[in-house]
């Protein structure tokens, strides 16, 4: 019920009982009396009973993430990192004594699903924290309003620079395009790759922001460059792949989501194409469908299952264990944004947005699934980046670089 038009009402009894004092007489005054109180309590009891107060009981972190549409296999697993995490805590007891409720809305990859998501989980379910979104374009969307609302977001996985600049409310658990494209092309050097074609969406803000920290590294490092473009519509990658094998590279670069990834890589064998591939951390997932054309393919990551380390062990083992099946690397970033939520809101002064962007902005040196966190100023981890190889139809530990 609108606050005003109960101050209104309140004002209108007042006057009414003033009135009745002045203009009765005793008789009917005591009558007046009893219908304002008795009006003036129903009032107080719906007033009452309308009024939604917040359970401080419970700690509220929104979800947006695509759970449906062509980065579902990255949202779901996003969420069920989170899920496994936020049960952890859950069931010992919670922070400081309170559990987390998750608000979880399916974005479908789509940037006005996500925001309208966001003001919801805002307006309407008055969430402490947002863990969301997934990829770079959605992401962007929301990172400015929750600037504009205090409230602290926090992406597991979106790698795009701009997400988190000049934000200090937005965080990210993930390594950005510029880092990990540098890394990549640093590794290529490594490895004695003296030529190399670049395969570029040019409509998709994840593998232009690759690429382009990629051909930078990679003209220091003097190795030769060419670069093909094609868009998210496209279908048929032929025609730039007849190029391609006519430019007869020593390796390719696609920086791209595994699903696009699967189509080039089966039109390049088609074709005749063999070699050796190189990628950034959206091929987690080409396994699936793709693990058999994907053979010996290189990429860049932040995961890999066959870490021994013992956090990555247990987590290995817990969500096999919920979910029945191997986790990816997105997963895995799921939970480790939780663990850095966790630890920010077990030293915040209290639940507003401040508060909590004040202790996130604290959290450092915490030994993660992902590797051990360290923010940058712009709220970035710095993390050694895990090279994986798709073998066998299985990811495998290449090495860390």
Do not use: H
């Amino acid at each position: 019920m609108n606050n005003i038009f109960i101050k209104n009402i309140y004002v209108f009894l007042f006057f009414s009982y003033t009135l009745a004092l002045k203009y009765f007489d005793i008789e009917r005054m005591n009558s007046m009396k009893k219908l304002f109180l008795t009006v003036l309590l129903i009032i107080i009891f719906v007033v009452s009973c309308g009024k939604k107060t917040a359970d401080t009981n419970v700690i509220k972190i929104g979800v947006i993430a695509p759970l449906t549409g062509n980065y579902a296999q990255y949202g779901t697993a996003v969420k069920e990192g989170v899920e496994l995490k936020v049960d952890a805590i859950n069931n010992a007891g919670g922070i400081n004594g309170k559990k987390i409720e998750l608000i979880i809305a399916d974005s479908k990859g789509d940037v006005q699903e996500s925001v309208n998501a966001f003001k919801k989980m805002v307006s309407q379910d008055k969430v402490n924290v947002v863990i969301g979104e997934v990829v770079s374009a959605t992401s962007q969307a929301i990172s400015g309003l929750a600037q504009s609302a205090k409230v602290p977001l926090i992406s597991a996985t979106a790698t795009s620079l701009d997400v988190t600049k000049g934000k200090d409310f937005v965080f990210r658990t993930t390594f950005t395009d510029p880092y990990q494209g540098t890394a990549t092309a640093k590794y290529a050097k490594s490895k004695g790759v003296k030529s190399i074609a670049i395969l570029t969406n040019s409509s998709n803000d994840y593998s232009v922001g690759i690429a382009n920290a990629f051909k930078e590294q990679a003209k220091k490092d003097g190795i030769t460059i060419t670069e093909e473009k094609y868009t998210n519509d496209d279908k048929d990658f032929k025609a730039i792949l007849t190029k391609v094998k006519g430019q007869n590279p020593q390796a390719i670069f696609i920086p791209d989501y595994y699903n696009t990834i699967g189509l080039i890589i089966s039109q390049a064998k088609d074709l005749g194409i063999n070699a050796q591939y190189f990628g950034g951390d959206g091929w987690d997932g080409i396994q699936t469908n793709f693990g058999a054309v994907a053979e010996g393919a290189i990429f860049a990551s932040q995961f890999s299952p066959e870490d021994k380390a013992e956090n990555v062990q247990k987590f290995m083992k817990d969500y096999k264990s919920k979910f029945n099946k191997e986790p990816i690397m997105f997963a895995a970033l799921g939970y480790d944004t939780v663990e850095i939520v966790e630890a920010a809101l077990k030293s915040a002064k209290d639940l507003t947005g401040p508060s909590i962007k004040e202790a996130m902005n604290a959290v450092s040196g915490i030994d993660l699934i992902t590797g051990k966190l360290k923010f940058d100023a712009n709220r970035n981890p710095e993390k050694a980046v895990t090279f994986i190889e798709v073998k066998g139809g299985k990811l495998t530990l290449k090495e860390k670089f």
